[in-house]
């Protein structure tokens, strides 16, 4: 029997503290990964105490009490990706009353195979996952979803759009966001925010390697570059028509440096973290191992023959 996701809230959470608005400027790196599919996370938790009323009437506001505060800390994150037509390239907008989505759901899925090692359709994890709102002229930086599993225990979904969030970035963002949420319950008294997870805002540090973005062009220069790209194009075409079939680019999100094991939000450390998004394209996930001894954690997103078939390679080399 396929399980079953209910929603059970959805809610908007505004920064605690915002006194004004913000624009951030994309830069030149980060319009690399403008149209790039969101990256999504989630990251379970197991707790036998997860009941209903006890999901109810601690854990979401827990969550949402301590999401609010970090965003003050992170008030682009409350804010909209936004390129309007007289810009002359995408900016992070915030403005006072912008808030992140945060849905709130009970799902009747195992558990227990979710956070295993064995293989399982990658469908099972897609409801766990939060959309990021997109509109025609602008778009959510990111999103998040608490899933409860009676009984079981509960995961954190994350989607981030890529131009504003890199992996160390959401990491960044999580630590600060779990250790307020974990400080909070153990009634401890401490504002102060940790010199690593201060995020930096100025972009007049960050240099385009060539300075295109303040070539100044005129009509002579725009045709000469037109037919410089004219006369490369045969030379491209051929060269594409050389490279087989069998040539694989596979890209790697996570690291093993993030310490996303370490995202303890006062109900212990996670029991499985996972990249989602890599089921989007050609790519493997990679983090930390969950013990602390040194290992290092792959995840993969195949067809159910090539999961059979890597398996199967996996075996015979650890035999020999």
């Not at 992170?74 to 390129?83: R, T």
């Not at 002359?88 to 907008?93: A, E, F, G, Q």
């Not at 090692?117 to 002229?137: G, I, M, S, T």
């Not at 972009?203 to 009509?219: G, S, Y």
Request: charged residues 20%.
């Amino acid at each position: 029997m396929a399980s079953s996701l209910n929603v059970i809230d959805v809610s908007r959470i505004t920064p605690a503290d915002s006194s004004g608005s913000l624009t951030l400027p994309l830069t030149f790196f980060d319009l690399l990964w403008y149209k790039l599919h969101p990256v999504e996370r989630v990251i379970f938790y197991r707790s036998t105490d997860a009941t209903r009323p006890f999901f109810d009437s601690s854990i979401v506001p827990n969550l949402k009490s301590s999401l609010s505060s970090s965003l003050s800390h992170y008030l682009p994150l409350a804010g909209k990706l936004v390129w309007d037509s007289l810009g002359k390239k995408p900016s992070l907008v915030y403005s006072p009353n912008d808030a992140v989505i945060f849905t709130v759901a009970e799902s009747s899925a195992d558990f227990s195979l979710l956070t295993g090692q064995k293989p399982f359709p990658a469908a099972e994890l897609y409801p766990l996952v939060p959309e990021l709102q997109n509109y025609d002229d602008s778009a959510s930086a990111v999103s998040f979803q608490v899933t409860l599993f009676p009984n079981q225990g509960f995961c954190i979904g994350v989607s981030a759009h890529h131009a504003v969030l890199d992996g160390k970035t959401t990491t960044m963002f999580l630590k600060f966001w779990a250790d307020t949420c974990k400080r909070r319950q153990d009634q401890t008294v401490n504002t102060s925010l940790p010199r690593d997870l201060i995020p930096l805002y100025d972009r007049t540090v960050i240099k385009d390697p060539k300075d295109i973005e303040t070539e100044v062009m005129n009509l002579d220069s725009v045709e000469e570059l037109d037919e410089t790209v004219a006369l490369m194009v045969p030379e491209v075409l051929a060269a594409i028509q050389t490279i087989t079939l069998e040539l694989q680019v596979v890209s790697v999100a996570g690291s093993t440096r993030f310490g996303v094991y370490g995202l303890d939000f006062g109900w212990g450390k996670p029991e499985r973290v996972v990249i989602v998004s890599i089921d989007q394209g050609e790519a493997i996930s990679m983090a930390e191992g969950r013990d602390g001894n040194g290992g290092v954690e792959i995840g993969f997103s195949l067809k159910k023959h090539e999961m059979e078939a890597l398996i199967d390679l996996l075996r015979g080399g650890l035999r020999h």
